[in-house]
């Protein structure tokens, strides 16, 4: 049994001479959150729309549960909740409208889901709010409602955390873990908000200028992020030499301000405070840190890491 529930082959869209997909390999697993990380103008959204069927390869396949003909892509998507592009809503139509207008749409009969979706994403307040009086952050909250309509097995949400404030972030990250663990709901989502990414995706797909560069589960990036020594000494440029010459495996980055970054120490912090102080460096400060998502992939753009 095929365990990927969203797999891309090749995926390349162009349009006109402008390629936003370039042969792109993508491997969301069932039960994983997966997300993309990526610039803008990197195909995030491009990507999203393909599996949304807003918008078509140019070469390549899109599979969903395995299925990749166009008559089983449309009836595996049903299984599949999307908050991609802003949902098209009704100015003068009340939150409640809008969901039983979506409900007719989805061919969904049981009415009961907008009360229990209304309460999930925590807009009762709003229930009978026009969308047009509605906030950026209750759009979003809304646009979630929509997607989870019909008990899909699977939410591909585009940037779902634009527009929150950090209590509605907070709030959301808890819901989307409550999905995933309580409800079985495999998750697909993109956000530029990479600290928030960090803290619930089991999974990332790194994508630029249109490339996948890298898909990694979430332990094995906790693995190449491993603790790093920061060192603030007196002379950066004698003290980077001296430990090229003492601990020629090291890796390491200078910093402004006279520091100097040690990633993946090979040595304990004694040793790095002993080097200076035969050398008459002085340090100001050291300190262990570890690297995070954002290090992680603004280091695997400067690499240029190869397709995936």
Same mark, same amino acid.
């Given at each position: ?16 001479s402008l ?16 997300g ?20 078509y390869v ?22 599949i ?30 009415? =009961?889901?907008?009360?229990?979706m ?26 979630l ?22 209590s ?12 995933n663990?309580e ?12 600290s928030e990414l ?10 630029? *200028? ?15 992020c491993?603790d ?9 440029? *004698? ?13 390491y980055?200078?910093?402004? =301000? ?5 990633? *993946? ?8 405070? *002993? ?34």
């Open positions: 049994m095929n365990d990927y529930v969203i797999e891309t082959k090749q995926a390349t869209k162009a349009y006109g390629l936003a997909l370039d042969n792109v390999n993508i491997h969301v697993k069932r039960g994983s959150i997966y993309l990380v990526g610039d803008n103008g990197a195909g995030k959204s491009t990507l999203l729309k393909l599996l949304a069927g807003h918008s140019t070469k390549g396949e899109i599979q969903l549960f395995g299925k990749h003909e166009e008559k089983e892509l449309e009836s595996s998507r049903k299984k909740g999307f908050m991609v592009e802003h949902t098209g809503f009704f100015a003068d139509l009340t939150i409640e409208q809008t969901l039983k207008y979506y409900c007719i749409q989805k061919g969904i009969p049981d009415r =009961k889901k907008i009360g229990e209304i309460k999930l994403t925590g807009i009762e307040e709003k229930r009978n709010s026009k969308c047009k009086n509605l906030s950026l952050g209750q759009k979003q909250r809304l646009g409602a929509i997607a989870m309509l019909g008990q899909p097995q699977v939410l591909v949400l585009d940037e779902p955390i634009n527009g929150l404030d950090p509605g972030i907070i709030e959301l990250r808890n819901l989307l873990h409550h999905l663990e409800k079985k709901i495999t998750i697909l989502l993109s956000s530029h908000i990479l960090e803290q619930i995706a089991t999974a990332y797909g790194f994508l630029s *200028k249109g490339n996948l560069i890298e898909e990694i589960s979430a332990h094995e990036l906790h693995e190449k491993s790093c020594i920061e060192i603030k000494v007196s002379d950066v440029e *004698k003290y980077s030499v001296i430990l090229e010459r003492n601990v020629p495996k090291e890796t980055k200078v910093l402004p =301000k006279n520091t100097i970054r040690i990633h *993946k120490p090979q040595a304990q912090p004694e040793v790095y405070s *002993k080097l200076a102080s035969d050398n008459h460096i002085y340090i100001t400060s050291m300190r262990t840190i570890q690297s995070s998502l954002e290090d992680y992939y603004m280091e695997l753009k400067k690499r240029g890491a190869g397709k995936c």
